[in-house]
Nanobody
Framework: VQLVESGGGLVQPGGSLRLSCAAS????????MQWYRQAPGKERELVAT????????SYADSVKGRFTIARDNDKNTVYLQMNSLKAEDTAVYYC?????????WGQGTQVTVSS
């Protein structure tokens, strides 16, 4: 099982980034997918969730209206489009597939919002 995030980087406040998470080793379309983030000195927090078919999404209040989660089951990939980025969005972003035992985590990708 492997989840590989990409797309992180340094962006100015107000900018945009799109994160991708490529999955392999399990039946991706059978799993709810989530994005989490962890800022320095803070606990990991849930950012966004998408159902197996992609029809239902949910977001943390802090990102609602700015972030969009999407998935492509043919490409085994989940995305996080992040717009109007703020300094407080700076964190390591992880994709996660809730599953047996502790589920499956990616290695994370750093997002830094700074001028």
């Amino acid at each position: 099982v492997q989840l590989v995030e990409s797309g992180g980087g340094l962006v100015q406040p107000g900018g945009s980034l799109r994160l991708s998470c490529a999955a392999s080793g399990f039946t991706f379309r059978n799993y709810v997918m989530q994005w989490y983030r962890q800022a320095p000195g803070k606990e990991r927090e849930l950012v966004a969730t998408i159902t197996r078919g992609g029809g239902i999404t949910s977001y943390a209040d802090s990102v609602k209206g700015r972030f969009t989660i999407a998935r492509d089951n043919d490409k085994n990939t989940v995305y996080l489009q992040m717009n109007s980025l703020k300094a407080e969005d700076t964190a390591v972003y992880y994709c996660y597939a809730p599953g047996p035992a502790s589920g499956y985590w990616g290695q994370g990708t750093q997002v830094t919002v700074s001028s």
